[in-house]
């Protein structure tokens, strides 16, 4: 018989790349995390990890074995709706987590009208970035998640989550007023090639969208300075000490000397709600995804 317990573990060390990010996690040593897998393999008469550099990896036994736990996991969540059925109301406890403006744009006004709808049913929002969204997830701490595409998200196929798209947000060009570029409709981003611009910060989930959309449009763009928030990337600009792009969904200060232009063939990021496999059907979750999908729309217009 498998202890789920230790199977846990093996799971965490695999979401987690390490023991000692796995141990960290779930509150253990990394000694006492490392007890439980070398238990569950003596239980399973495999090996389960084994030494690389200075680290170690999954076995292939250990791959297999994380494809059925993965199943199981599903299971669990499917099984959970099933017993609750009766209660078909959303009720009780809702966790959710999304990057900054999703948080103020989306999910603030999504608690909002819950908060009207079901009264019995508490919603309580977390900020953060995405790869502490899918550990929230990973590790049972949220329910629901809102997250915007990057290279570092698991790949949409993975087991443990479901993944699907919400939106897709247009970057817009945020230029000072009376810049040449100001009064147009619509500019092509090669206009822009030859200004200074200020960008998202090199680990931020935006950049790789910022410099795509100036590659796709010929160029590389000169980038002076940097940027953690969207309105302070604004008050840069309204200095003029360069141009941006910026999301629509970043609501920017008011009264700020800048101007947003639209931009030819719509570079856009995709945000997606996320949900561990088996909890999207969940009265609470599905009442959240629903209140989402309308908001969406009018939140880009």
């Known amino acids: 018989m498998i202890d789920l317990r230790r199977l846990h573990v093996l799971r965490a060390v695999a979401h987690y790349g390490t023991v000692t990010g ?46 059925h ?20 109301a959303p009720s009780g406890q809702l966790r959710i ?31 953060t970035g995405v790869p502490e969204s899918f550990d929230l997830l990973f590790e049972g701490k949220a329910d629901l998640a809102v997250v915007e595409v990057s290279p570092h998200n698991p790949p949409l196929s993975d087991a443990r989550f479901d993944q699907q798209p ?26 822009a090639a030859h200004e200074q611009w200020i960008a998202p ?34 008050h840069l600009v309204a200095h003029r ?16 000397p800048i101007t947003r232009v639209r931009c030819a063939g719509q570079p856009h990021r995709r945000v997606l709600t996320c949900t561990r496999r088996g909890g999207r059907e969940r009265p609470a979750v599905a009442a959240a995804l629903a209140e989402l999908r309308e908001l969406a729309p009018t939140a880009v217009a």
Do not use: K
Not at 43 to 52: A, I, K
Not at 106 to 121: G, K, S, T
Not at 214 to 222: I, K, L, Q, S, V
């Open 241 to 256: 000490l360069g141009v941006a792009l910026v999301p629509r969904l970043a609501r920017l200060t008011e009264q700020l």
């Open 22 to 67: 796995a141990a960290r996690a779930l509150h253990f040593t990394p000694s006492a995390a490392s007890q439980q897998i070398r238990q569950l393999a003596r239980d399973l008469g495999v090996d389960l990890l084994e030494p690389q550099g200075r680290g170690v990896r999954l076995t292939a036994a250990a791959e297999s074995l994380l494809a």
């Open 166 to 191: 919400l939106l897709d947000d247009p970057y817009d060009l945020v230029v000072p007023d009376g810049h040449p570029l100001a009064g147009r409709e619509g500019v092509d981003l090669a206009e």
């Open 97 to 127: 987590s999304g990057f900054s403006t999703a948080v103020s744009v989306l999910l603030a006004p999504m608690a909002v009208r819950l908060r009207e709808r079901y009264p019995r049913l508490t919603v309580r929002i977390q900020e």
């Open 69 to 88: 736990a993965d199943a199981i996991q599903a299971r669990w969540e499917a099984a959970e709706l099933d017993l609750r059925a009766e209660y078909s």
């Open 201 to 234: 910060m090199p680990d931020s989930p935006c950049r790789p969208h910022v410099m795509s959309a100036c590659g796709a449009a010929g160029f590389t763009p000169d980038v002076i300075h940097h940027a953690l928030d969207w309105n302070v990337t604004a």
